[in-house]
Each structure stands twice: as structure tokens, then as C-alpha cells.
């Protein structure tokens, strides 16, 4: 299984789990990490966007959780790359059949996201767009890979995580 993992994090040098997250990725040979931040400081190139999805069997966009979305230059991405004839829509069927994983961190910990929490709400019910995109460009929305609590994070706790993350993107569904 061939995975593309487009990692958001406008400010990856000064990230602790997802920078070692991306280090981790790199030493697997059937995962192709793409740094969105890196690559483009202007015009995202849609179609070499749209090829690297296309060879690959499971995608995964990577980001901080931000004002309950993802970093701006992701939302970008997916309003150039998925288009209408290509993603969705008439013969819009270019990712039907592959896998969609969410690997997001968050700055609080666990218990801020959930009814009565200071955000009043689960990450699964905050990451419902992304499933609802999932939907629309027929990948099969799979469980996503949640980071609680970055701020508070040992060295320990994110080199686990990061070997966790690594292996549970690359495992078939069963």
C-alpha cells in the first residue's frame, strides 16, 4: 500500500509532534511525505497535485488543529485540487476507492474536546467537514489519528506516538 501524507503546519520547525511525526514518516519507503508549507510559497501546481494522489492507495493530511479546521494552505489545496470532473462530479471519480486519514494534533488536552469541555464539542463531531469532503470525492473516511495535549507532551509520549502514527497509517483495514 502506497501512502501520501500532506503534512499543513505553516511553522514545522518550531512543531514537537508533528515535526517528529514527519521524521518518523520519512523512514518508511511506502510513505511519501509532502510538506505543503515547503513546497508552495505561491500557486499550488493542481496537477501534479492531482497525479501524486492518483499514485497512491491512501491518503492522509496531517495538521494542527486550528480555530477548528485546518491550517489555511490546506482549505487552499482542497479547494484547487479537488475539482469538479476530477474529484467529484460528472466523471469526477479520480479517488474513488482510496482511504482518507485524518492525522490531526491539538494544543489542548482530550478532555476540552467533548460536551461540557471548553470547546463544547468531540473532534469527531468538529472534523465532520472533512468527513462530509471524504464523502463527496468517494475515499473511504477512515478513524483519524488524534494528538491531545501537544503543550503538555513528554519526549517519550511523542516518540511513542510517532511510531504508533507511523504503523497505523501503513496497516490495512481489516
Not at 497512491?56 to 479537488?82: A, C, G, M, N, T
Amino acid at each position: 500500500m502506497k501512502v501520501l501524507v500532506i503534512i499543513a503546519h505553516p511553522a514545522i520547525e518550531q512543531s514537537t509532534v508533528n515535526k517528529a511525526w514527519m521524521e518518523e514518516l520519512k523512514k518508511h519507503d511506502n510513505i511519501t511525505v509532502h510538506e505543503l508549507y515547503q513546497e508552495y510559497k505561491e500557486e499550488i501546481d493542481v496537477k501534479r497535485e492531482q497525479e501524486l494522489c492518483e499514485a497512491h492507495d491512501r491518503i492522509v493530511w496531517q495538521f494542527p488543529f486550528y480555530w477548528y479546521s485546518s491550517p489555511p494552505l490546506l482549505k487552499e489545496w482542497q479547494d484547487k485540487v479537488l475539482t469538479y470532473g476530477w474529484a467529484f462530479g460528472s466523471n469526477g471519480n479520480a479517488l474513488h476507492g482510496k482511504e482518507l486519514i485524518l492525522a490531526v494534533t491539538t494544543g489542548s488536552g482530550a478532555e476540552k474536546y467533548r460536551a461540557g469541555g471548553l470547546n463544547h464539542y468531540s473532534m469527531s463531531e468538529l472534523l465532520k467537514p472533512f468527513q462530509a469532503t471524504s464523502n463527496l470525492i468517494g475515499t473511504t473516511f477512515l478513524p483519524s489519528y488524534l494528538f491531545y495535549g501537544t503543550y503538555g507532551a513528554t519526549k517519550e509520549e511523542i516518540q511513542k506516538s510517532a511510531k504508533e502514527y507511523a504503523e497505523y497509517i501503513v496497516t490495512p483495514v481489516s
